[in-house]
């Protein structure tokens, strides 16, 4: 129960002091400032360096696909080939 008075009192002493006012917006406004220096251009981002992979592997089993479809497609074609 003592430790539970104690803390009771540094809670109400807390409570007695206001927060100290910091002023941030400098700071902020300079961070802000900076990152949008340093985002030169929207190309450099690894997002488009997936998006190209994923587009080079989409094309290629696209193009694995029409293969086999144009062959598949007409069963007649097989015949026809010999």
């Known amino acids: 129960m003592e430790g539970l008075k104690s803390l009771e009192k540094l809670a109400s002493a807390a409570r007695r002091n206001p927060p100290p006012r910091i002023d941030v917006t400098d700071r902020v406004l300079r961070s802000l400032r900076t990152r949008e220096e340093d985002a030169?251009?929207?190309l450099n981002t690894p997002l488009?360096?997936?998006s190209a992979v994923s587009f080079a592997s989409a094309l290629?089993?696209?193009?694995?696909a029409l293969q086999s479809w144009l062959s598949v497609h007409d069963p007649m074609v097989a015949l026809v080939m010999r």
Request: charge should be negative; aromatic fraction near 10%; avoid cysteine.
């Open 40 to 42: 030169e251009s929207p």
């Open 48 to 50: 488009l360096g997936f």
């Open 60 to 64: 290629i089993v696209a193009v694995l």
